[in-house]
């Protein structure tokens, strides 16, 4: 099957932990990989952002990442890209046209990636043949930043309606979780255009190692790791104040080691670091934490396994890519209660899940977490986990099944919905209301 992945803001080629880098670069890369280890080929369009950058750069046997202009080629919020998206899905148009490049599925990946990728079919359509089926993975959803940043949100204010009328317009919706699914019902989504797929990990690189868990030396801290973007909604606050609640009870002999933001000499200028800083000196935990910068992927296995356990506290999060790799390393997790993690965390078997924004919570789970008979036993259930329920190869498979029944069965309806909202609603390049 020749599969076209639309990304538009998330590049297999990214460097983790930047801003707007993060689970959903790594879904797309290891996706579209393990797809063409299975025969197929994976074309990944996303939008230039350096005119450095070639047309065409190979990725794996059987992927490449195409460079698609859209927009001036200099990095971007994604959150300022949907002027763009027309142009997007016009450059995709133009290559479909030809037989050749004709792709049987397109798999949009996030929000904007459905509205380009709705626009190309609808442009690269001919008499007889019929429309390119769209398979659409929102990752995060709109309604669910709303609700918890608020005002905070800078998403475009048409994003819920697009995605609403998205639900309605693609030929299936691939949800990466239950949680999520529960969103998508409200928002009109049906069960019949509905599939659950989860996000998976590379059992063969995510893995305990040959020395097990780490063991402690007596009188050594618990050493706890936090992985990813430095961004407020992530909660890396809430470990802080966790340990400040952990020292109040008496001596805490925990650390906590952030992994993400910018590379490790530019990490003093960072604002999100300043803030964090602060905090944990104001708190008296300041000698407690340690910010490491940016991590490259290759070296986040290394990590893992250097920690006792792994903390993810997000006041939301679709899914959480770092639990799963977490759990196939063998470390338990602290995590949220909310989104992807309520499906891929079982508490009290691979981990422990606590309220969003709990810091009293957190701080009980990591005390009960210096019990090293407790990890050790959560974290080899969470291995076995991993390996019975996310491994790429389970993963790509059901996806492919979800191309192969939108691919049997072409769409032979008219898609104009989510069309007809973008034109209503989206911003001109210029930034004028068409």
């Known amino acids: 099957m020749k599969i076209a992945m639309i990304s538009e803001h998330a590049s297999p080629l990214a460097t983790l932990g930047e801003a707007d880098a993060g689970g959903q670069n790594v879904h797309v890369a290891a996706l579209a990989a393990r797809l063409a280890a299975d025969g197929h080929h994976v074309d990944v369009y996303t939008r230039r952002d350096d005119p450095a950058l070639p047309g065409r750069v190979p990725f794996a046997d059987g992927v490449d990442v195409v460079h698609v202009d859209a927009g001036p080629a200099e990095p971007l919020p994604k959150d ?57 993975t929102f990752h995060a959803l709109g309604t669910v930043k709303r609700r918890y940043q608020g005002a905070a949100d800078t998403s475009p204010a048409a994003r819920i309606g697009l995605e609403t009328a998205l639900c309605r317009d693609v030929d299936l919706v691939v949800a990466t979780c239950r949680d999520e699914v529960r969103e998508l019902h409200e928002m009109g989504g049906t069960d019949d255009r509905v599939r659950v797929v989860p996000c998976g990990v590379d059992l063969g690189v995510f893995t305990p190692g040959p020395n097990g868990p780490r063991r402690p030396g007596e009188g050594s801290p618990l050493r706890v790791l936090s992985v990813g ?88 999060e679709p899914f959480g890519i770092v639990p799963l790799e977490a759990a196939a390393c063998g470390r338990p997790v602290v995590a949220s209660a909310v ?96």
């Open 80 to 136: 300022e890209l949907l002027p763009w998206m027309d142009p997007f899905g016009d450059d995709l148009a133009a290559r479909f046209t030809d037989p050749e490049s004709r792709p049987d599925v397109l798999h949009a990946h996030f929000w904007m990636s459905g509205l380009a990728a709705l626009r190309a079919t609808r442009w690269s359509a001919h008499p007889g043949v019929p429309e390119i089926p769209v398979v659409q």
């Open 339 to 434: 989104g992807g993690m309520l499906d891929t965390v079982v508490h009290e078997r691979t981990g422990l899940l606590v309220p969003p924004r709990d810091p009293e919570a957190v701080a009980d789970a990591l005390a009960r977490l210096t019990d090293h008979r407790f990890r050790h036993r959560l974290g080899a259930a969470a291995r076995v986990r991993a390996e019975r329920r996310y491994g790429w190869v389970s993963v790509a498979r059901q996806t492919a099944d979800a191309y192969a029944e939108v691919a049997e069965f072409p769409p032979v309806r008219a898609r104009d919905g989510a069309r007809r909202a973008a034109a209503r609603t989206s911003l001109t390049p210029t930034g004028g209301i068409r």
């Open 229 to 316: 973007r430095l961004v407020e909604r992530k909660g890396v606050a809430t470990l802080v104040e966790a340990l400040a609640v952990l020292a109040g009870r008496g001596p805490a002999p925990v650390e906590l080691l952030v992994a993400g933001g910018p590379p490790a000499d530019e990490i003093d200028r960072d604002p999100e670091v300043r803030r964090l800083r602060d905090l944990a000196a104001r708190a008296g935990v300041g000698d407690r934490v340690r910010f490491l910068g940016a991590v490259a992927h290759e070296e986040v296995p290394g990590l893992l396994r250097d920690v006792d356990v792994v903390a993810c506290t997000p006041w939301y």
